[in-house]
């Protein structure tokens, strides 16, 4: 444990060297803050509160944005160290390869973690102070599912931390690991969800079940960040438009919660036995 911690502690202390955990929480504060200011005064006929339309907004925009800044600090986990020579010096101490994999992984997550909750955690403050000033006060549902929106973006966040590092221990280039990542990224958020709408429109509903579909939805882990925002609660399905999505929402939260686990665990144990198996 103490091993885990040292490796997870000099990755943050090398984030915040190299100001990784400054920009990463300025971005997604920016971001935040901005989706309350634009969205302190909803329109039309839902009636739902300035918090919920904020759930709603992060959620979709945290879909590009926390993947692409978890495969940022994570691509160059192990073969930056490669490159920088200092792989070999790592690999001298009493440690198990295992634990260098996780110990990296644990560090990234914490500046992902750290980043979201101040990051996002002003959107809250802002939106207590708007309260102030006389608009609609969030409700204990709308903290639930804001406290659901922190907690699941850091989940998202370590899996594609975990996949950057997988990324990372099977090329020996960090240029490679770069283009992997960006690959990585194209894919999971933007081509997947494209080819699966083009598969639906091509298939006219002949082969493709809801039992498939669903399964399809869990095999990407922005997909299941999804469902479990946007379908979690009430308000923000109506929001969403997600409030009767079929097949999709029938899907628990357990199994939902579980699928991202398992996008955490899988590819971080992947790299574990790639890196047992890398030579120096």
Request: aromatic share 6%; charged share 10%.
């Amino acid at each position: 444990m103490n091993a885990l911690l040292t490796i997870a502690g000099q990755e943050v202390r090398a984030g915040i060297r190299n100001r990784w955990a400054l920009a990463t929480t300025l971005i997604l504060a920016a971001l935040a803050l901005s989706l309350v200011l634009l969205g302190s005064t909803p329109g039309g006929t839902t009636g739902a509160s300035p918090a919920a339309v904020v759930v709603v907004s992060l959620a979709s925009l945290s879909i590009f944005l926390v993947p692409l800044l978890a495969l940022l600090l994570s691509f160059d986990a192990v073969v930056g160290e490669a490159e920088r020579g200092t792989l070999l010096l790592l690999l001298a101490y009493p440690l198990a390869r295992w634990q260098i994999v996780l110990g990296k992984f644990l560090g990234h997550t914490a500046i992902l973690a750290l980043a979201t909750v101040v990051g996002y955690g002003s959107a809250a403050v802002l939106l207590v102070a708007t309260a102030g000033q006389g608009a609609t006060g969030p409700s204990a549902a709308d903290w639930q599912a804001f406290a659901g929106l922190i907690g699941t973006s850091i989940l998202l966040g370590a899996a594609f931390a975990a996949l950057g590092g997988l990324a990372s221990v099977m090329v020996r280039e960090r240029a490679t690991a770069a283009g992997l990542a960006v690959a990585l990224w194209l894919v999971f958020v933007l081509v997947y969800d494209a080819a699966l709408l083009g598969l639906l429109v091509v298939d006219e509903g002949r082969l493709v079940s809801g039992a498939l579909f669903d399964a399809l939805l869990l095999l990407n882990p922005t997909d299941v960040y999804r469902l479990i925002n946007l379908t979690g609660s009430g308000a923000a399905a109506l929001l969403s438009g997600m409030s009767a999505p079929g097949e999709a929402g029938a899907l628990p939260l357990p199994l939902l919660y579980g699928a991202l686990a398992a996008w955490i665990l899988l590819p971080l144990g992947l790299a574990a036995v790639f890196f047992a198996r890398r030579e120096p």
